[in-house]
T-cell receptor
Framework: QKEVEQNSGPLSVPEGAIASLNCTYS??????FFWYRQYSGKSPELIMF????GDKEDGRFTAQLNKASQYVSLLIRDSQPSDSATYLC?????????????FGRGTQLTVWP | DTGVSQNPRHKITKRGQNVTFRCDPI?????LYWYRQTLGQGPEFLTY????????KSRLLSDRFSAERPKGSFSTLEIQRTEQGDSAMYLC????????????FGPGTRLTVT
């Protein structure tokens, strides 16, 4: 079982809609959770991180964490064509003091005008 | 504050040759990470430095791979006797002592082994 699972998509939403991206992880003791955006041919860009259960909002982005169910999600409100990218979920496992990130395969999002 | 930089951005080499990549982290970031990413996959951890000390190496890092960070600033990743399976994007990331887990990536070096 992979450490971090994501639906590879593609996920396609119209401009202005809410895009919902999901991620599950296997280590129940995981402590830190990250969302990266990666445009085609580019490197990952950190867009959100969340450490506690609940929601965290930053502009059009909301990260949601449910440790009991071992999932983390990213909501993108008012989606724009410029949001079209692959979204990578990453996790730091229990006991890691070194910050090693485990990544999912990413979900490809397309926002059509 | 400049971001993480990596050189070269692209490298094409013949199988069996040695290659070396360089990473310059964000100023004052004491932690530096190397990851490898192949098409359709997320980045996979290779190794990690805190200052000049290499503290963790992945099983992915065979004995053909070596990484250094001699003065706790820039880092190099060398691959000896390259194989076609080494073709990938090699990513460097750094983080600060105040935000250990928040890693910022450089643009990557795309390696093609022919």
């Amino acid at each position: 079982q992979k450490e971090v699972e994501q639906n590879s998509g593609p996920l396609s939403v119209p401009e202005g809609a809410i895009a919902s991206l999901n991620c599950t992880y296997s280590d129940r003791g995981s402590q830190s959770f990250f969302w990266y955006r990666q445009y085609s041919g580019k490197s990952p860009e950190l867009i959100m991180f969340i450490y506690s259960n609940g929601d965290k909002e930053d502009g059009r982005f909301t990260a949601q964490l449910n440790k009991a169910s071992q999932y983390v999600s990213l909501l993108i409100r008012d989606s724009q064509p410029s949001d079209s990218a692959t979204y990578l979920c990453a996790v730091v496992n229990r006991g890691s003091t070194l910050g090693r990130l485990y990544f999912g395969r990413g979900t490809q999002l397309t926002v059509w005008p | 504050d400049t971001g993480v930089s990596q050189n070269p951005r692209h490298k094409i080499t013949k199988r069996g040759q040695n290659v070396t990549f360089r990473c310059d982290p964000i100023s004052e970031h004491n932690r530096l990470y190397w990851y490898r990413q192949t098409l359709g996959q997320g980045p996979e951890f290779l190794t990690y430095f805190q200052n000049e000390a290499q503290l963790e190496k992945s099983r992915l890092l065979s004995d053909r791979f070596s990484a250094e960070r001699p003065k706790g600033s820039f880092s190099t990743l060398e691959i000896q006797r390259t194989e076609q399976g080494d073709s990938a994007m090699y990513l460097c990331a750094s983080s600060s002592r105040d935000a250990v887990y928040e890693q910022y990536f450089g643009p990557g070096t795309r390696l093609t082994v022919t």
